[in-house]
């Protein structure tokens, strides 16, 4: 069992294969963070205690004021609130009586064996043949009450920990949940830096790294959605920790909502970590025995360095997450008509597009926005989930049976969460959007947002688009989602559960997935959110891919997928070859360097098929070839980032490389033009030192080389060549 239980010390050990997590109950009850690293041996770990410390002004429990015990100063797994922790505590709550505190005490604990799963929201979970457990560890208010249990799933063999946490109101009356984290991480040292992703719309997950000192690094959404301007999922690492060296952490929410990341040294330079739900707009009533229960988080430790810790991740979010059979199977590789015709279009040109889009080597044409309602641009036609036969010039049928027999699945565009006001459903539900009575709501896109914390809402909607899905042959689905909230008021709740409305939204919005996703097995749902607003492991739990970004322009893509890819598998990246000059860019490309950035994700293509010469065509066919042929090493095997485009600013390297460390792919890209000749060397990782490896250099010559001398020379490159261009080295064992 990974996990074990002391009574003598009342000590927690977790185990991984490469990683320990101890905590124990202390002599008044709390329990305590002891230690989260590397894998401690088998002998007595009597030594890790947290002690009792205090400082001046330091509040001691009441029955211990003699002593040293301070909440404000000892490392705590699950914070108490108002009774001496001054620090960004788990809970905040609002008590029958009025007053504002928590002080969880150890009640019980359970082991079992297995992952556990949460109610309503997306987890983790582990498949049959590998090995995962789960601790329950339950705190209670002895005045109040007021319960929580706090869950600990433990993937042995991957080295993640998982955590959860339910609240439960065991007391009387009611009381008003204010707060509540799903992660507290007390680490009793300075010294860390805090690497988050951070960005705008057409520009998401660029990468910044602060040093976490004793003002908060703090980074959240209170938009409804994660959003573009911030992720949730961090890495807090050693200050010289790098690629290969150093300790870190990566921290991934589960959550498709506000959320809110803090990380602070304390005045004693220790730091605390907090991960969960954002505090601000949130409210929510428990009645007696009512429970609540904050979403997953994903955590896992490496001792050497960001590409060990992103392997971690990437291996939970390819294999313990998403039930989709396009989890195992080939995804597609797809054209998708959005940049080139946006809402003008005939279903005549789609058809045209499509047929065309076979000669690029592609297997999915997607239909997206504008086929449906009045739609012939932002202002009408959303929410009228029903096809426009004059624009299209028929039934949905008849284009997806032309799409069929010119060889393509067809995929189609939704924004289900959505309403324009020049719409039917409009028109007959007005009061089916959020707004607060009295104010005009805010528009975004010439949008509003249907209230999905209703019952009504939802069937409706799972109504519309499954019986758009179930009466044609649809293989894909798109699914937007194209502004935030504002005005998050429901009309069928009363005053005192508004503050539950942007909960109950992401809540609605799970169950809209588990009614459309989850009843279509066999079809490819790619998750996106004007580009990636909605870019996160409760989104990964549904579908497999996400599109990453409207910004198609290759060498921006190589810094979004760069700071994607610390968290999320390459695999889950939506990418495209898009036309040039770009759209949102105006810069050029070659197609080589726009198809070796695309292969860095699910590649597919954004381009008028229907205006490229032959040429052209016969091109990319040859690049979709060689995504084939390097599928596999790119979907399941190790991404390294061979360099940091925000410090190296002449080249981006990367690289794929096959777990069984029999082949790999290096796509590098200079980013300016250079007047001299200039090699660099591009040095693998992830080869078998003793094995020999052949690969084709840049002037055609063919070499075979050691693992051991290849990641430690590496192959020249020349950035004597024009801005923007791209090489890709195949290392194969020989
Ligand atoms: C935003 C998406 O990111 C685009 O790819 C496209 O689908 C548009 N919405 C359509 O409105």
């Known amino acids: 069992m990974s996990i074990q239980f002391f009574p003598e010390t009342k000590t927690f050990r977790l185990d991984t294969k490469e990683t320990s997590y101890i905590m124990s109950v202390s002599r008044q009850g709390h329990l305590l963070h002891l230690y989260y690293g590397g894998k401690l041996g088998d002998d007595d770990i009597s030594v890790l205690t947290a002690g009792e410390i205090r400082t001046g002004f330091s509040p001691l429990p009441y029955e211990y004021a003699d002593g040293r015990y301070s909440l404000d100063c000892m490392p705590q797994e699950f914070s ?88 439960k109101n065991g007391g009387n009356d009611k009381i008003k949940l204010r707060r509540i984290m799903s992660c507290n991480l007390d680490f009793r040292r300075v010294g860390f830096d805090f690497i988050h992703f951070y960005g705008h719309a057409y520009l998401e997950r660029l990468t910044e790294r602060e040093h976490v000192t004793h003002a908060a690094c703090e980074i959240g959404s209170v938009k409804g959605t994660p959003g573009h301007e911030h992720n949730p999922s961090v890495v807090l690492c050693d200050r010289n920790a790098n690629e290969e060296y150093g300790e870190c952490y990566g921290a991934a929410l589960l959550y498709t909502g506000n959320f809110i990341c803090n990380a602070k040294v304390d005045q004693l330079n220790q730091t605390r970590f907090v991960m969960g739900i954002h505090p601000e707009k949130f409210e929510f009533v428990l009645n007696a025995d009512d429970t609540f229960t904050a979403p997953e988080v994903v955590l896992t430790y490496s001792d050497s360095g960001f590409a060990k810790m992103t392997h971690h991740l990437h ?62 641009d932002e202002h009408a036609g959303l929410g009228d989930w029903t096809v426009n036969r004059e624009k299209m010039g028929g039934d949905l049928s008849d284009i997806i049976k032309q799409v069929n027999d010119a060889g393509l699945m067809f995929g189609l565009w939704f924004e289900p969460e959505m309403i324009n006001e020049d719409s039917d459903l409009y028109r007959a539900h007005p009061d089916w959007v959020l707004k607060i009575p009295g104010r005009q709501p805010a528009i975004c896109r010439n949008q509003l947002v249907l209230d999905i914390t209703r019952q009504d809402v939802q069937d409706y909607i799972i109504k519309a688009v499954n019986n758009i899905l179930d009466n044609n042959h649809i293989e894909y689905v798109k699914w937007d989602f194209n502004r935030y909230l504002t005005d998050t008021y429901s ?145 399941y095997g190790d991404y390294y980032r061979l360099t940091n485009p925000f410090e190296n600013t002449r080249y981006v390297a990367w690289e794929h490389a096959a777990k069984d460390k029999s082949e790999c792919l290096i796509t590098a890209v200079t980013m300016d033009a250079y007047t001299q000749h200039h090699i660099m060397y591009l040095k693998p990782r992830g080869l078998d030192e003793n094995a020999m490896y052949e690969t084709e250099l840049a002037d055609g010559k063919v070499i075979i080389m050691s693992g051991k001398t290849l990641m430690k020379v590496g192959l020249p490159f020349d950035l004597f060549v024009s801005q923007y261009e791209s090489r890709q080295f195949y290392i194969k064992k020989v």
């Open 491 to 635: 009309a069928l709740c009363d005053n005192e559960h508004q503050g539950e409305i942007f909960h109950r939204f992401v809540l609605g919005f799970y169950k809209l997935l588990d009614g459309i996703i989850l009843t279509h097995p066999d079809i490819l749902f790619e998750g996106c959110s004007g580009g990636g607003s909605r870019f996160d492991g409760g989104m990964l739990c549904y579908q497999p891919q996400i599109w990453c970004s409207d910004d198609t322009d290759a060498v921006w893509r190589t810094k979004i997928q760069y700071g994607t890819s610390f968290a999320y598998p390459v695999s889950s990246m939506g990418a495209h070859v898009s036309a040039c000059p770009n759209k949102k860019t105006q810069r050029t490309v070659s197609f080589k360097t726009r198809a070796a950035v695309a292969m860095s994700g699910t590649f597919g293509y954004e381009l008028d098929t229907t205006r490229m010469t032959d040429a052209e065509k016969a091109e990319c066919a040859e690049y979709t070839k060689l995504f084939r042929k390097y599928y596999d090493i790119i979907t």
């Open 315 to 376: 291996d939970v979010f390819r294999e313990n997450a998403c039930r989709s059979k396009y989890m195992k199977q080939r995804r597609p590789v797809l054209v998708n008509n959005w940049e080139a015709t946006r809402f003008s279009f005939t279903g005549e040109k789609i058809v045209s597009i499509a047929r065309e889009g076979k000669k690029l080597g592609a297997d999915l044409f997607v239909l997206d926005d504008g086929w449906f309602g009045a739609r012939n």
């Open 80 to 167: 108490t609130d108002g009774v001496g922790d001054f620090r960004y505590t788990s809970i905040s709550v609002v008590n029958s009586d009025g007053s504002y505190a928590f002080d969880g005490k150890y009640v019980k604990h359970r082991i079992y064996s297995g992952k556990y799963s949460l109610d309503c929201l997306p987890s983790l979970f582990s498949n049959p043949d590998e090995k995962a457990d789960t601790l329950e560890v339950e705190l209670a208010d002895k005045a109040t009450g007021v319960r929580v249990t706090l869950l600990y799933g433990v993937f042995e063999d991957k080295d993640v920990i998982t955590r959860a946490v339910i609240v």
